[in-house]
């Protein structure tokens, strides 16, 4: 595998979608779209790009691995892990991004954490068109990530109405109508439990 130093952010992406491995037909799918999009578009981490581009996401555990912090989105409505956008500072790592993601939308330090595969999951998703903005697809490549102090959770206004530590039980339950956000909590709580 070639050194971050000698790889490109497009080689970077393409490994990383080579090595994770799905659990489901949904993600199996969902992977394939993003290995062949991640091929065909010119820019995959550009908003601009509007077949669809590339997203990071997190799930936010605390250092327990007992919580996990949602945040409650803005235009979506509802309670989702941390994520968004592709930034050029990201300079192509989905990993930074997620890491980005989280910090910006919990307030919290946070680290991959250590035992958790990466990517953890992979979603493919509809985002339906608005202001000026056509329907697209969002490539969401999510990772499990450790809240290294808490107490310091705290949502941006500019992103979320609230960000709130919930139990795993109370994390399922909230993601339990959308298989995919229900695959992604159970995947991150396996890791957390088998340390």
């Not at 989280?102 to 307030?107: D, M, S, V």
């Amino acid at each position: 595998m070639s050194s971050p130093l000698t790889s490109s952010p497009l080689t970077s992406l393409h490994e990383l979608l080579a090595r994770h491995v799905p659990s489901d037909d949904k993600e199996r799918e969902d992977l394939a779209k993003m290995r062949a999009l991640a091929a065909e578009l010119e820019k995959p981490f550009s908003r601009a790009q509007e077949r669809g581009h590339f997203t990071g996401s997190a799930v936010v555990v605390d250092p327990a691995g007992e919580r996990v912090a949602l945040v409650y989105h803005g235009k979506m409505h509802r309670w989702l892990q941390p994520g968004g956008h592709a930034e050029e500072a990201d300079a192509g790592s989905m990993e930074a991004t997620a890491l980005r993601e989280a910090r910006e939308e919990t307030g919290c330090r946070v680290r991959l954490h250590e035992r958790a595969p990466r990517p953890l999951d992979v979603d493919v998703h509809t985002i339906a068109a608005r202001k000026g903005e056509p329907e697209h697809l969002h490539l969401d490549v999510r990772f499990l990530v450790v809240a290294e102090d808490p107490e310091s959770l705290a949502h941006d206004p500019a992103e979320s109405f609230g960000a709130q530590w919930v139990t795993w039980d109370e994390a399922l339950a909230r993601t339990a109508g959308e298989a995919p956000l229900r695959r992604m909590m159970e995947k991150a709580r396996a890791v957390v439990r088998a340390g």
